[in-house]
């Protein structure tokens, strides 16, 4: 586990969970798709958006440091040789088609989800406003 993982584990156990369950999905060597659904749960956003559950302590913690939540995201997908790549491959597939009866969905996320992803998260060089 990362220091970072650890650092947030410390700060607020529900999301130190999260992230070391992505973290050992992904030493686990599953596929990327499984990783792509997983990543689309794990609240990767952008830290400018407004709250979407505000007077939640947990999602009031989580805005606050969300930079640093992205980060240990980003640290466990890069912690895998070529994982980013598939990554983006996948969410730019996932672009192309459309989740009936939601034309604004593919079949793993939002469309928009999966273009901020591809335009600020999985980036060779993420947008440092999303990873800090």
């Not at 586990?1 to 050992?24: C, D, H, R, Y």
């Not at 990783?35 to 559950?53: C, K, N, R, W, Y």
Request: net charge negative; proline share 8%; charged share 25%.
């Amino acid at each position: 586990m990362s220091n970072l993982i650890e650092s947030l584990a410390a700060e607020q156990p529900k999301v130190g969970e999260w992230l070391t369950g992505f973290a050992a999905l992904v030493a686990s060597g599953a596929g990327p798709t499984d990783i792509a659904h997983e990543l689309s749960m794990m609240g990767v956003l952008d830290p400018e958006e407004p709250d979407e559950f505000p007077g939640d302590p947990l999602f009031d913690w989580l805005k606050a440091n969300q930079s640093r939540y992205n980060r240990a995201v980003r640290e466990s997908i890069d912690s895998r040789p070529g994982l980013r790549q598939q990554l983006r491959a996948g969410f730019g597939r996932d672009l192309k088609t459309t989740h009936p009866p939601l034309e604004d969905c593919g079949m793993i996320v939002c469309k928009r989800y999966s273009r901020n992803l591809l335009e600020h998260f999985l980036t060779a060089k993420p947008d440092p406003k999303w990873v800090g």
